[in-house]
């Protein structure tokens, strides 16, 4: 591998997502270089995705139909498990992504603690404890940190929801999704309502 790889093969590697903003001199390598970045880790079995627009790039791991050789090459990124709470606070962040960016000029959703607990709290099942769903809610967040869909900015109890969010959960995966919602927030209700 060249020198002019290394840098920007290495920070993709290891960062999971780079951000435009946050590394611009990498950001630049990784546009100067993007054939031989993607030539390179295609024999690793990887795929470098750009999102030019947005401003954000990652690595992903190959399908095996996508390789020409047809060789099946073992996994090399690791694939998480969500737990339902976790996958709906990502749809849920993905929708207030798509209304800030419909009704915003500004590219940054920045979302408070307590408005993140509000955004999830009327889809899970009530607790006569209250703090303890709170605590919850708050290790969901924590997760959603570590993953970097959310990051946490200066400013006390306020997090940043991050662009590469909409990789993660399309268009059509938030349709399914809120259709799935729905059925679940009645089911809720009517618990509720039951055990009332």
């Known amino acids: ?3 002019a790889l290394t840098v920007p093969v290495v920070h993709l590697l290891k960062a999971g997502v ?3 903003n946050d590394t611009p001199l990498v950001w630049e390598q990784i546009l100067t270089q993007q054939a031989a970045i993607g030539d390179y880790l295609s024999v690793i079995g990887l795929d470098v995705v750009i999102d030019r627009v947005e401003g ?4 992903r791991q190959q399908d095996s139909d996508a390789r020409d050789d047809g060789v099946t090459v073992p996994r090399l990124v690791t694939r998480h ?3 339902f709470p976790v996958s709906l606070m990502l749809v849920l962040l993905r929708g207030r992504l798509a209304e800030s960016d419909a009704d915003s000029a500004d590219p940054r959703l920045m979302l408070t603690r307590d408005e993140l607990v509000e955004m999830v709290r009327g889809f899970l099942p009530p607790r006569s404890n209250e703090a303890q769903l709170v605590d919850q809610i708050d290790a969901h967040i ?3 940190v570590d993953l970097k869909a959310l990051r946490q900015t ?3 109890g306020a997090y940043e929801v991050r ?3 909409k990789a993660l959960v399309d268009a059509q995966a ?3 999704f809120n259709d799935l919602l729905a059925t679940y927030s009645s089911a809720v209700s009517a618990t509720a309502k039951d055990d009332a």
């Open 142 to 144: 924590k997760k959603l």
């Open 174 to 176: 938030l349709n399914d």
């Open 18 to 20: 780079l951000y435009q």
């Open 163 to 165: 662009r590469h969010i």
């Open 81 to 83: 498990r969500l737990s």
């Open 154 to 156: 200066k400013q006390t």
């Open 1 to 3: 591998m060249s020198d």
């Open 56 to 59: 954000y790039a990652y690595v």
